[in-house]
Structure formats: C-alpha cells, structure tokens
C-alpha cells in the first residue's frame, strides 16, 4: 500500500521561509516521478514542481521558480519542497504526488496516481 505523507507547513510571515517534507513508503521510490502540487481555497489544483527519481531532471510552475526548490533523498524515501521569500499568494493546502515514470516533466494532476493528504502553508497579508 502506498502511502504518502506531507509535513512542515505552518504560518510564516511573508518574506520567510519553511520546508516541506512528503515521506513515502510501499513503493521502490527511486523509479517515481515526485511532484508538488497546491490548491488555494476556492482554485484548482495547480502544479509547483516535480524532481525525476534521480534528482537530475526539475520542473517548477513560472510563479514560484527561483523562490522554491525540490528536492530528494531516495535513501529516506522522502522528497522536500524548500519555499523562500514567501507571499502571502502562496497561501495554500500543498500536495505531494507520485507517478511511476521517467519523464519528469508532468504538469498535469491526472498524471499522478497517488497523493497525500496536504499540509497547510499560510502566509498572512
């Protein structure tokens, strides 16, 4: 059974920083395309990031490209998501995702088959 678990969120300040975690288990993690997704109350689901399962191929969405960076350390099965100078746009529920694949550029929500339950990131205006 696969299982994915997202951690980290909280209330920052705009302008600071915080680190998510997404810690997966039931699957060979190294063979799975990780992306982040984020939905902000009342919007879609949209596409932050995604890492290849060797960490050598990284995609981010155009608005948070050079303030978030992706991550992953397959021996702890665990992916990260590093956000800097945080905006109070940024306010969302941040998903992880894993799809089983080695094409890392995957945008879409259907392309992943399974999700955690999200964490919360609030950036007060």
């Known amino acids: 059974q696969v299982q994915l678990v997202e951690s980290g969120g909280g209330l920052v300040q705009a302008g600071g920083s915080l680190r998510l975690s997404c810690a997966a288990s039931?699957?060979?993690?190294?063979?799975?395309?990780m992306g982040w997704f984020r939905q902000a109350p009342g919007n879609e689901r949209e596409f932050v990031g995604s890492?290849?399962?060797?960490?050598?191929?990284?995609y981010y969405a155009d608005s948070v490209k050079g303030r978030f960076a992706i991550s992953r350390d397959n021996a702890k099965s665990t992916v990260y998501l590093q956000m800097n100078i945080l905006k109070p746009e940024d306010t969302a529920i941040y998903f992880c995702?894993?799809?089983?694949?080695?094409?890392?550029?995957?945008?879409?929500?259907?392309?992943?088959?399974?999700w955690g339950q999200g964490t919360q990131v609030t950036v007060p205006s």
């Open positions: 995702a894993a799809r089983w694949d080695t094409v890392a550029s995957r945008r879409e929500t259907y392309e992943y088959r399974y």
């Open positions: 039931g699957l060979t993690f190294s063979n799975y395309v």
């Open positions: 890492i290849s399962g060797r960490g050598d191929n990284i």
